[in-house]
């Protein structure tokens, strides 16, 4: 997850013990929305074509239905496909943004409303200026990300690997 989402698992570390958990997510969601600013990034995708280029608020990317406290980014993962799902939150009012919120923690997010659907077993992300970004509650900040799904072993695990390109 880039951006926003980076920003609201940071502040949900901060938060105390004792806040339920649906909350430790929810809330630093909802005083993200209000301080972040869209950003301008170009997407590749596995299999060649134009790259994706824009301004988002964020930009998901899911092997797994739920992350963060039960919010579902992805609608139609699913594990062993060989592919990621991403999510793209388009550039658009606060508001909208915000209105976004409640299907999160319902269907999931899916295409339409401000919200572009992606599939693809490789991913790389270069923005035109540092960005900060989440995997797995681990944060970083980067120029660049790459991910690329695994293939299954016999057993059908899959592994989910990352790289940033640091500044």
């Known amino acids: 997850m880039v951006h926003s989402s980076a ?5 949900k570390e901060r938060l105390p013990a004792w806040m339920p958990r649906a909350l430790c997510y929810a ?3 909802v005083t993200e929305i209000w301080g972040a600013r869209p950003f ?3 997407m590749r995708l596995a299999g060649g074509g134009e790259p994706v280029g824009g301004r988002a608020w964020a930009v998901f990317f899911s092997k797994g239905r739920y992350a963060g406290g ?5 609608s139609e993962v699913c594990l ?3 592919e990621l799902e991403i999510s793209w939150i ?3 009012s606060a508001f909208s943004v915000f209105g976004q919120i409640p299907r999160l923690y319902g269907e ?3 295409a339409g409303g401000g919200v572009r659907k992606f599939r ?12 900060p970004f989440e995997c797995d509650g681990e944060t970083g900040t980067a120029r660049r990300l790459a991910f690329r799904v695994i293939p299954a072993a016999s057993s059908g695990l899959r592994v989910g690997r990352f790289s940033p390109d640091q500044p």
Request: aromatic letters at 6%; zero cysteines; proline letters at 5%.
């Open 7 to 11: 920003k609201v698992a940071a502040a």
């Open 27 to 29: 809330l630093p969601t």
């Open 40 to 42: 301008r990034l170009e």
């Open 70 to 74: 039960g919010m579902r980014f992805a």
């Open 80 to 82: 062993n496909d060989g």
């Open 90 to 92: 388009e550039d658009r």
């Open 108 to 110: 999931g997010l899916r």
């Open 120 to 131: 693809a077993a490789e991913l790389e992300l270069a923005f035109a200026e540092p960005q």
